[in-house]
């Protein structure tokens, strides 16, 4: 399909018109981008270039999906320094979606920070826009959600808050190296681990502060996804009393994975749950580094929801055989493998329930998960409960007693983990 024939039609614009200024009306200056993207008299992406007094970096680039080209994508940089990404996509020469980011260039380092995105119909009218606002030291401090038009903000929310006060409370220790966490929820602000003074013990080693709230930027800053928060909520659903220590694990810089096991070791937690991983086995050396130093903390990991073998398509850290891992994965209430889950005879060591599993989502509500992640806080809870009863009890002891619940699937043609599957990681049957 020619690039052209993704533009959408509109009704024609006058040429002569001047586009606003970005530092004064950034909501009018996108309107007029997507306005003039959607005017063939332009002459599409190419043409934006003189409308904006922009350079066209790399040209215009088709977007594939296998051998068909469904919308294109293309580059500008302003005489500011400043950005923007344009792409289109749509099926069968018809538009469906328009999207512009505006990347703004900062003063000192030459990073650029995502400032707004706009998303228009097939019709090149805007639907959505979501911007952020940053603080006086360019840390991203709120996402400001506009609708039809931009004309008005819909909502907003917070992208980096302060920690609510609050006391530290008596309970196992368990980590969390995920996303981060919405503390700003009392449920969860009532549960953190704390220093005498009240003050979280938690840390965010991605933005290094000591707010590690719910945000994975890693696909869209301007979408980030939330998923910490749901699944710690599986933990204080099924071990009430945890004491909770949230880590945002640093995906900018992997080697600081490292100093995440060594904080969450000085601050108490005799076990870790890992909702994550990877497939870059490199990203893992420091970490594997500082958990073969400490036996004494048990780290329950997820194999992952790619719908493989990680036996012969490794997942990592999952696929590192410690003493002190316990990998988990979904299974249905039936015992079955659920759709989607890693499966490993050799490096899974077992499967929980963790299909439709009730959660609290990052807004408040309840919600439904489904996948390792949700396997991975089960079987930490299973391990809190223990350690609430056993408060001496270390990683051997705590593995030792769960593997002991584990039995067969009862399905036939399911030998696909190491030592089977507990029916209710949430009953007290130990």
């Known amino acids: ?210 707010r590690p709230f719910d945000s994975n930027p890693s696909r869209s800053p301007f979408y980030p996804l939330r998923h910490g928060t749901q699944v710690a909520s599986v933990l204080l659903k099924e071990a009430p009393q945890a004491r909770l220590l949230p880590y945002r694990y640093p995906r900018p810089d992997m080697s600081r994975m490292e100093s995440m096991v060594q904080a969450a070791d000085y601050n108490r937690a005799v076990v870790v749950m890992m909702p994550m991983g990877s497939n870059r086995r490199e990203d893992w050396t420091g970490f594997l580094q500082a958990v073969s130093q400490r036996p004494h903390m048990l780290f329950v990991i997820s194999a992952g929801n790619d719908g493989r073998d990680i036996d012969a398509q490794p997942v990592y850290p999952a696929f590192h055989d410690l003493e002190n891992f316990l990998v988990a994965t979904s299974s249905t209430s039936f015992g079955r493998l659920a759709p989607g889950s890693n499966w490993g005879k050799n490096t899974v060591d077992i499967m929980v329930p963790a299909e439709n599993v009730e959660v609290t989502t990052f807004y408040g509500d309840t919600g439904r998960g489904s996948g390792s992640s949700f396997a991975v806080a089960r079987v930490a809870a299973l391990a809190a409960r223990l350690l609430r009863d056993h408060p001496r009890w270390k990683a051997p002891e705590l593995k030792a007693a769960i593997l002991a619940r584990a039995r067969p699937t009862p399905s036939e043609g399911q030998n696909v983990v190491k030592h089977g599957w507990i029916p209710d990681p949430a009953a007290d049957e130990y």
Not at 148 to 169: F, I, K, T, W, Y
Request: one cysteine or more; aromatic letters at 8%; proline letters at 8%.
């Open 1 to 210: 399909m020619a690039l052209a024939a993704c533009l959408a039609a509109a009704p024609a614009l006058a040429l002569d018109s001047e586009a606003p200024n970005p530092e004064k009306d950034l909501n009018a200056y996108l309107r007029y981008v997507i306005e003039q993207l959607c005017v063939p008299e332009v002459g599409g992406p190419v043409g934006l270039t003189r409308r904006l007094d922009a350079i066209l970096v790399d040209g215009v680039r088709p977007i594939q999906i296998g051998d068909n080209t469904v919308g294109w994508r293309a580059n500008y940089r302003l005489r500011s320094g400043d950005e923007i990404r344009a792409r289109q996509q749509g099926l069968d020469e018809k538009v469906q979606t328009l999207t512009v980011d505006y990347y703004k260039h900062a003063a000192e380092g030459g990073e650029m920070l995502p400032l707004m995105t706009v998303v228009a119909n097939s019709e090149c009218k805007v639907a959505n826009g979501r911007r952020i606002r940053y603080d006086r030291q360019d840390q991203q401090e709120r996402l400001l959600i506009y609708g039809p038009g931009l004309e008005q903000m819909a909502h907003s929310e917070p992208l980096n808050p302060p920690v609510p006060p609050g006391r530290d409370v008596w309970g196992p220790t368990v980590a969390l190296f995920d996303a981060g966490i919405n503390y700003t929820l009392p449920a969860f602000a009532a549960r953190l681990a704390r220093a005498p003074n009240g003050q979280s013990l938690g840390y965010d080693f991605w933005d290094m502060d000591s």
